[in-house]
C-alpha cells in the first residue's frame, strides 16, 4: 500500500495572528487544505514568506494534492495535536485521518513568532 505524506510548512509573520490566536490558526490551516483540495498553489503559498514561495514549487505542491485529492474526496478528520516552540517559531500540528481507512497524515505548518 502506497504511504502518502502531506508536510506543510506555512511561514507567515506572527502578527497577523496577535488576536484570537487559536481560532486564527485554525482558519488558516482549514484554508491551506481547502487550496490543496483545489490545487490552487498560489492561493496555497499566498501567505506564505519568499522562502516558503521558493521551497514549494509548483510541480512538488502539484504532486502532493494529487496524492491526496481522492481521499479529500471521500471524506476527512482533521485533529489538532500540539503546538511546538522551535527555532523562534510556532509549530502546530494535526493529525488528518481518512474515511478510506488508510494511512493517516500528520500535517505541519510553521508560523514566525
Given at each position: 500500500?502506497?504511504k502518502?505524506?502531506l508536510?506543510?510548512?506555512?511561514?507567515?509573520?506572527?502578527?497577523?495572528?496577535?488576536?484570537?490566536?487559536?481560532k486564527?490558526?485554525?482558519?488558516l490551516?482549514k484554508?491551506?487544505?481547502?487550496?490543496?483540495?483545489?490545487?490552487?498553489?498560489?492561493?496555497?503559498?499566498?501567505?506564505?514568506?519568499?522562502?516558503f514561495k521558493?521551497?514549494?514549487t509548483?510541480?512538488?505542491f502539484?504532486?502532493?494534492s494529487?496524492?491526496?485529492l481522492e481521499r479529500?474526496?471521500?471524506?476527512?478528520?482533521?485533529?489538532?495535536?500540539t503546538?511546538l516552540?522551535?527555532?523562534?517559531h510556532?509549530?502546530?500540528?494535526?493529525?488528518?485521518s481518512?474515511?478510506?481507512?488508510?494511512?493517516?497524515i500528520?500535517?505541519?505548518?510553521?508560523?514566525?513568532?
Open positions: 500500500m502506497k502518502f505524506l508536510l506543510m510548512l506555512i511561514i507567515c509573520s506572527f502578527d497577523l495572528f496577535a488576536e484570537n490566536l487559536d486564527k490558526v485554525e482558519n490551516f484554508e491551506e487544505i481547502n487550496f490543496v483540495v483545489k490545487d490552487d498553489y498560489k492561493g496555497f503559498v499566498s501567505n506564505g514568506t519568499a522562502e521558493k521551497v514549494i509548483p510541480k512538488m502539484s504532486d502532493v494529487k496524492q491526496v479529500f474526496k471521500i471524506g476527512h478528520e482533521e485533529v489538532f495535536l503546538t516552540r522551535k527555532g523562534g510556532f509549530v502546530y500540528l494535526w493529525k488528518i481518512f474515511k478510506d481507512n488508510g494511512d493517516d500528520i500535517a505541519k505548518m510553521v508560523l514566525e513568532k
